[in-house]
């Protein structure tokens, strides 16, 4: 069975810190790891997408994955309280469908 | 440039009646998923379609659920009939085959009474 595990929240971070997703998954063959965004009553929205160990940044977004620990996060700089809502790990493995973990709430207080 | 595109947005229906929903994949996208997502249970994956073939329909809760793909540019989810422990909200998602990412529609919002 393949899984992919969040700590559900809520995360509070206050406006401007760094605020530090986490994300483990079960099946070692996963190569491509996806953060989505939800807003309350949305649709999950692409952030990121992340196939190689190490970092991605893309502006206030940074995506790490440490494939040896079976890890990936996403580290949100300068936070603000337009990225208050629930993001979504995935994995994926070739070419099959993404799993999801259930997601994390992350609110930012301004 | 067009996203997904689902109807209804919402469906409010009694229990033992049949359910349509529909989706539009993005243009030129080859693989098209139909989720479920409920407070417990997160997004669960239904079926999911390649070129118009259904390519695995394990998550399909029960015979009660059926969907189609009869072009690439449509496909059907049907419930009959309906039950309470239906309601959830149902997304698609399209995607181009290999590693690419899955985009989603707004997804309905279906509540059965």
């Known amino acids: 069975q393949k899984e992919v595990e969040q700590n559900s929240g809520p995360l509070s971070v206050p406006e401007g810190a760094i605020a530090s997703l986490n994300c483990t998954y079960s099946d070692r063959g996963s190569q491509s790891f996806f953060w989505y965004r939800q807003y309350s009553g949305k649709s999950p929205e692409l952030i990121m997408f992340?196939?190689?160990?190490g970092d991605k940044e893309d502006g206030r977004f940074t995506a790490q994955l440490n494939k040896a620990s079976q890890y990936v996060s996403l580290l949100i700089r300068d936070s603000q309280p337009s990225d208050s809502a629930t993001y979504l790990c995935a994995a994926r493995s070739g070419n099959t469908p993404l799993v999801f973990g259930k997601g994390t709430r992350l609110s930012v207080i301004a | 440039d067009a996203g997904v595109i689902q109807s209804p947005r919402h469906e409010v229906t009694e229990m033992g009646q049949e359910v349509t929903l529909r989706c539009k994949p993005i243009s030129g996208h080859n693989s098209l998923f139909w989720y479920r997502q409920t407070m417990m249970r997160g997004l669960e994956l239904l079926i999911y379609?390649?070129?118009?073939?259904?390519?695995?329909d394990s998550g399909m809760p029960e015979d009660r659920f059926s969907a189609k793909m009869p072009n690439a540019s449509f496909s059907t989810l049907k419930i009959q009939p309906s039950e309470p422990r239906d309601s959830a909200v149902y997304f698609c998602?399209?995607?181009?085959?290999?590693?690419?990412?899955?985009?989603f529609g707004d997804g309905t919002r279906l509540s059965i009474l």
């Open positions: 992340i196939y190689s160990n």
């Open positions: 379609f390649n070129n118009n073939v259904p390519i695995d």
């Open positions: 998602a399209s995607s181009w085959s290999g590693d690419q990412p899955q985009h």
